[in-house]
């Protein structure tokens, strides 16, 4: 009895070594596909957000997308830096500070106003 168990576990022993190899290549398929799709999500988020950050979209290839922290703060550090060379080259060009959204509507309310004699 205790030879035909010994059989046994040595078959059982030889059948999960020959199957080690396999499992391991699907773990590794499994693991391939899990880091791609995270990528993907990665970068539909960073698109995302550079449209909400109103950036152009060719931005995404200067954002580190190897983990969702570096993307974040490479988003950022962009933003800002995109946003300041903007406002440089608008008050290069106009001589003074870019207009702002608020004051040229209130410009525009008090021009409107003048126009109908009103104060």
């Known amino acids: 009895m205790n030879e035909n168990q010994e059989n046994m576990d040595d ?3 030889a059948k999960e070594q020959e199957m080690a190899p396999e499992l391991s290549q699907k773990l590794q398929a499994l693991e391939e ?6 990528l993907r999500e990665r970068q539909m988020r960073m698109r995302t957000q550079l449209k909400d950050c109103e950036l152009p979209e060719e ?17 950022e550090t962009l933003a800002g830096a995109f946003h300041d060379a903007v406002t440089r080259r608008v008050k290069q060009k106009l001589g003074a500070e870019p207009p702002r959204a608020a004051a040229a ?15």
């Open 59 to 75: 931005l995404m290839e200067c954002l580190d997308l190897s983990s969702d922290e570096r993307a974040e703060k490479t988003l």
């Open 11 to 13: 078959q059982a022993a």
């Open 105 to 119: 509507a209130q410009d525009g309310m008090a021009a409107v106003r003048r126009a109908m004699g009103l104060k």
């Open 33 to 38: 596909r899990e880091a791609a799709l995270c």
